[in-house]
Structure formats: structure tokens, C-alpha cells
């Protein structure tokens, strides 16, 4: 099983000051007519994902202008670190930009901000993305988003240790994950950790999700309301509770975050955690497959977006201007580019295909690695089945916490499942 993945320079550690913007234009201060010339000027910000994020962006902008000669780009690199300060700064001072990469879109739709994305995508682009991944970014009925790219979690197996325990192959049902925990434990003691577990403040929503969605349940129902205490989420819950009280788990799942528990699979003395698809180390020996999560076989998405501001003044120039900048990104051969180089999956359908059959065409950013087409048939399958958190719901972070509050109640014995679950539904329902 191949895993020498890419992931030595996925999410590569994001630069603490702003850089500057791809080939030092001075802006124009929003879409329109750029002075004399009778070009229409975009002001883009791109969040910055990698040492190499700028580079990138700079070639891609004189290739655009090259092309389209009536549109001038004035692109700005900013770091995560940020990234929300600079772009708060400017819409309060009216100078949003055009065009902004970032996570999350819900406060600028409450404050009238952004287009509808069906007012710039082509329909073309539009049927091309990943329907999860499209539908990621509806709000009350409106898309005000695209994705920019795509991340799941899988279920990550130490192949060898598992055959050693007699296990053959990756467990599919959760009752499997019971079996193969235990088989584990009595082959290796002490030595293994058979299942690795993050149930912390860092990202214990993540773990609910896991379980809460593959038992058949979730944050929502069918029509988008809570339904935080479904008998399918107590299950999930208690399901959890039995896991740690077995003894399969790492010692502190209340405190251990997924990186650490990463470090240990990669170390090659943790045999099965969910996690990110770049969570192995990328000079680890250990013999792995990433596979689809028990039960439902429900991953969890995550996709940053690129969404396009409100300009009163713009007019249609703007607007067509605005869709040709995301005709030319999302173009295969372009996005599939930019995917090997920042190390992410693709939220399109071609690039997808592409990538699982020609990675090895595009290039790691700031490396002569190439992309790995295994790597990506692996993940790209796992989007059609993602699920995203309920984050356009104004109640998402009482809820974040809450399930948090609801896993560890709930594990160190201070209350019962479905008791936690309810008054956690009661909370935010009212």
C-alpha cells in the first residue's frame, strides 16, 4: 500500500505578518473602471496557505492579464494570523475587496455584504463543483460561496500491527472497531494504543460528528433544526463512553489533541485514530491506509470558500469580470495546478478525475515533489460522502462547545447520554 503521500508540505506552517500584494500594484480600492485606462480593476485577497501561496498567485495573475486584458488583478497574499483583522479593517472603512478567500461567510450575509454566487458562476462552473462541497455554502436557500478546496477525514489504519492482531482488514461497522480494538490490546498490552481519541476543547465537535453521523444521527435534522439528543446521537455518545471505559483508547482523550495522537500513529504505536487526510508524518515508516469511517461511511468535509463583495457601482463589467476570474481559477488544468501546490483536494469534479490519474504532471509548491495520483483517487472518492458542520446557523458555536461539554459529562460518568443530549437540545432550541 503506497502512502508516501504529499502531505511533507500539506498546510505548511502559516507565515505571522502580511505579505505583499502579487506584483506591488497600488490598489484601486474595488471593482470598476480603473482610472484612465478603462480596465475593470479587482482587488483580491487570498489567504495564504503555504510558504509558497504568493508565488503562485503571482503567475497565475500575469497569466489571467495576459489573457484578458481588460481586467486588472491586484491580488494581496494575507496570513491566516490576519487575515480576519485586515478584511474587518476594510469593510469598516468601505474598501472590502472584490473578491475574498477566507472561512466563513454567515456575517457578511447578515450584513448584506456579498453576491449570491448564482449572480458570477457560469453554469458550466457551477455544475462542475462537488455537489456536497457546492451545497457546503447555501444559506436560507441562496449559495453566497465557492469552495476554494477540500479536506475529509478518513479512518487511518496501521496495516501491520492490525494483521499481527490478526485483523485483515479495516473495520467497517463499529462493532468491528470494538473487535479490533480488543484484538489489539490482547496481542501488544501497553505497548499500542489500539484507538486514538480527541474529545478536548480543541476539536471535540469533530469527534461528534464522527460517531453522530456514521450512527445514523447528527447536529440536525432533515429539515436543518437540532435534533442535538436523537436516540442515533445517545448511541453515539454512550458508544464513545464505551470505548474509553475498555481501555482502547489514549489515556487523556479529554485533554490529547488530534496532534499528538498524529505523532503516535505516525511513530507507529497508535493503530487506528480518525483524522485529516496529510495527518501522517511525511518521513514516517509506518504502513498505513486511509479508509472510509465505520457505519454510515459519513466523512467530514472542510472547505475555506472565495466569495465576491457587493459593489453598487460595479455594474456588469464588474460581474463579468468577477466570473472570468473564477472561470480561469477553477479551468482543470489551473486548479488542479494550485491543488499539488498547497496540498489540498480539489472541490471540482474534473480536477478530481484529473488528479487520480495525473498528479504526478504538477509540482509541490517550493519543490521538485510532484503530486501522487494514488493519494488523490484515495481522498477525492471520500467527497461525494462528506458532511459539513451546521456553522450558518446562528446557534453553531453554543453548540460547538456544548457537544464538547455533552462528550466529557458524559465519559467521566457525571451524567447519562440522552440526559446530557437534552439539555444541551433544550438550550438551543429555545
Do not use: H
Not at 474598501?95 to 457578511?108: K, R, T, V
Not at 490482547?186 to 461528534?208: H, M, N, R
Not at 471540482?348 to 504532471?361: F, G, H, P, R, V
Amino acid at each position: 500500500m503506497k502512502k508516501k503521500l504529499i502531505s511533507v508540505l500539506l498546510c505548511a506552517a502559516m507565515v505571522g505578518t502580511m505579505l505583499a500584494g502579487c506584483g506591488n500594484k497600488e490598489s484601486k480600492g474595488g471593482g470598476g473602471e480603473g482610472g484612465d485606462s478603462g480596465k475593470v480593476a479587482l482587488d483580491i485577497i487570498i489567504s495564504q496557505y503555504g510558504n509558497y501561496t504568493q508565488e503562485w498567485w503571482t503567475e497565475f495573475e500575469k497569466t489571467f492579464e495576459e489573457a484578458n486584458k481588460d481586467i486588472d488583478l491586484n491580488i494581496e497574499i494575507v496570513s491566516w494570523n490576519d487575515i480576519y483583522s485586515v478584511v474587518n479593517t476594510r469593510i469598516s472603512s468601505n474598501e472590502q475587496p472584490d473578491i475574498l478567500n477566507i472561512s466563513g461567510f454567515a456575517d457578511y450575509v447578515a450584513d448584506d455584504l456579498l453576491m449570491p454566487a448564482e449572480d458570477y458562476v457560469s453554469d458550466e462552473l457551477k455544475a462542475n463543483f462537488v455537489p456536497s462541497f457546492w451545497e457546503s455554502n447555501d444559506m436560507d436557500g441562496t449559495v453566497w460561496a465557492l469552495p476554494i478546496l477540500a479536506s475529509c477525514r478518513s479512518l487511518f489504519c496501521n496495516v501491520d500491527l492490525l494483521k499481527e492482531a490478526g485483523v485483515e482488514n479495516p473495520p467497517t461497522t463499529w462493532d468491528e472497531v470494538l473487535t479490533a480494538c480488543k484484538a489489539v490490546q490482547d496481542k501488544f498490552g501497553k505497548d499500542i494504543v489500539p484507538w486514538g481519541l480527541d474529545i478536548s476543547t480543541d476539536e471535540g465537535q469533530a469527534a461528534f460528528s464522527y460517531y453522530t453521523w456514521n450512527f445514523g444521527g447528527g447536529f440536525v435534522d432533515d429539515k436543518g433544526e437540532w435534533a442535538l439528543n436523537s436516540k442515533e446521537n445517545v448511541e453515539a455518545v454512550e458508544y464513545i463512553k464505551k470505548l474509553i471505559d475498555s481501555g482502547y483508547c489514549n489515556s487523556a482523550p479529554f485533554t490529547d489533541t488530534r496532534y499528538p495522537l498524529q505523532d503516535a500513529f505516525s511513530a507507529g504505536t497508535l493503530a487506528m485514530m480518525i483524522g485529516p487526510m496529510n495527518m501522517v508524518a511525511a518521513d514516517s515508516k509506518v504502513n498505513y491506509v486511509a479508509a472510509d469511517l465505520p457505519g454510515e461511511k459519513t466523512a467530514l468535509g472542510v472547505c475555506d470558500q472565495l466569495m465576491a463583495f457587493k459593489d453598487e457601482d460595479g455594474g456588469e463589467a464588474r460581474t463579468a469580470a468577477i466570473t472570468k476570474f473564477f472561470d480561469a481559477f477553477y479551468e482543470c488544468e489551473t486548479y488542479s495546478n494550485y491543488m499539488v501546490y498547497e496540498g489540498f483536494l480539489p472541490a471540482t469534479q474534473d480536477a478530481s478525475e484529473n488528479l487520480a490519474a495525473n498528479a504526478e504532471k504538477y509540482t509541490v509548491g517550493g519543490s521538485d515533489a510532484t503530486g501522487d495520483s494514488e493519494y488523490f483517487k484515495t481522498f477525492c472518492a471520500v467527497l461525494p460522502s462528506c458532511k459539513f458542520y451546521p456553522m450558518q446557523k446562528a446557534e453553531w458555536m453554543d453548540v460547538r462547545n456544548g457537544v464538547i461539554d455533552v462528550e466529557q459529562q458524559v465519559c467521566n460518568g457525571t451524567l447519562g447520554a440522552q440526559e446530557a443530549l437534552d439539555k444541551l437540545q433544550e438550550s438551543v432550541a429555545k
